[in-house]
């Protein structure tokens, strides 16, 4: 799914209760692979998966310092905004706050 990530494929991340600390932490990896990250996230944050829309935002935490990449990440946060998830709502409300 992403290339240069090494072991960390979403089939090991699926098993991980903690996708969003792994998503989190590999941010040197990350950074590089933004337009990748973002195709990936403009992908997940549709799913019908809680725990996958959950991710395509957490991935967005990276880029939070980057003021080019504010519109692009308030577009993806957008279709998941009024999700009746907690914990998807939880990980909005954290990348919102990382935006301020």
């Known amino acids: 799914m992403l290339k240069g990530y090494g072991n960390l494929t979403w089939e090991t991340l699926k098993k ?4 969003d600390f792994t998503a989190y932490r590999k941010r040197g990896i990350v950074k590089t ?4 990250i973002f195709r990936i996230s403009k992908k997940l944050v549709k799913s019908k998966n809680l725990w996958e829309r ?7 935490i990276n ?9 692009e990440i308030r577009e993806i946060i ?7 998830e907690y914990y998807v709502q ?4 954290w990348v919102k706050k990382k935006l301020e």
Do not use: M, Y
Not at 33 to 36: F, I, L, S
């Open 54 to 60: 959950r991710f395509a935002i957490v991935l967005l």
């Open 63 to 71: 880029f939070t310092k980057d003021e080019s990449l504010t519109n």
């Open 78 to 84: 957008k279709n998941v905004e009024s999700d009746k």
């Open 90 to 93: 939880k990980a909005v409300e």
């Open 33 to 36: 692979k933004q337009k990748e």
């Open 16 to 19: 991980r209760p903690r996708k």
